[in-house]
Nanobody
Framework: QSQFVESGGGLVEPGGSLRLSCAAS????????IGWFRQIPGKEYEGVAC????????VYADSVKGRFTISRDSAKNTVYLQMNNLQPEDTAVYYC??????????????????WGQGTQVTVST
């Protein structure tokens, strides 16, 4: 079974930046599309961003468009999420998971594959 490990979270001030990493291992078929999702306290589960194997398909939620950038290093089986201009409403636990065709990210539905333990992002004011 595939395994995902998220890292890079932390505490930042509004306007600050963080880069999250998602290290994946297991079946190569699980790596054709990896999405970032978040659970914001008191709010709905949300698909944040997604990228497929060659980077031809990239998806962003409207709430992060222009602030977050997703990228993928297929050789390292790692996906990154660069988060700039962070705001308090971005505070959440961030997860990555397999997301074929980025459908779960687009619709903010629960990905059915494996996902990691998550990494906490806190933006204070």
């Amino acid at each position: 079974q595939s395994q995902f490990v998220e890292s890079g979270g932390g505490l930042v001030e509004p306007g600050g930046s963080l880069r999250l990493s998602c290290a994946a291992s297991g079946s190569a078929t699980d790596f054709d599309g990896i999405g970032w999702f978040r659970q914001i306290p008191g709010k709905e589960y949300e698909g944040v961003a997604c990228i497929n194997t060659n980077g031809a398909l990239i998806v962003y939620a409207d709430s992060v468009k222009g602030r977050f950038t997703i990228s993928r290093d297929s050789a390292k089986n790692t996906v990154y999420l660069q988060m700039n201009n962070l705001q308090p409403e971005d505070t959440a636990v961030y997860y990555c998971a397999s997301d074929l065709l980025c459908v779960a990210t687009k619709t903010s539905t629960t990905p059915l594959g494996s996902w990691g333990q998550g990494t906490q992002v806190t933006v204070s004011t």
